[in-house]
Nanobody, 120 residues
């Protein structure tokens, strides 16, 4: 599945952004979807994941209570609503399709990434 992430930008601390990931093809509903991020000089890290049907979600402790992941299988999209953003949330955010979980190796297909910058 091909993925296209969008919605990144520059925002002040305390603000919000909504990332979107659009998938091509008719197999989107067969994949769990994950969001990962990579800050400069750091390894890629798990952010959130949502199961194929959208009934299960999981979040990194650093974003729990601030970020919400959801999906619309009819529109082949997955969203990441990010509230109360912090400077440490600054990173390139990637969406990925694969098996439900926190391990990046569970995901086979990746989008190109979208930059999120949070100013203090």
């Amino acid at each position: 599945v091909q993925l296209q992430a969008s919605g990144g930008g520059l925002v002040q601390a305390g603000g919000f952004l909504r990332l979107s990931c659009a998938a091509s093809g008719d197999t989107f509903k067969n994949y769990a979807m994950g969001w990962f991020r990579q800050a400069p000089g750091k390894e890629r890290e798990f952010v959130a994941t949502v199961s194929r049907g959208g009934f299960m979600t999981d979040y990194a402790d650093s974003v729990k209570g601030r970020f919400t992941v959801s999906r619309d299988n009819a529109k082949n999209t997955v969203l990441l609503q990010m509230n109360r953003l912090k400077p440490e949330d600054t990173a390139v955010y990637y969406c990925a399709a694969g098996s439900y979980g926190r391990w990046s190796g569970s995901y086979d297909d990746w989008g190109q990434g979208t930059q999120v910058t949070v100013s203090s």
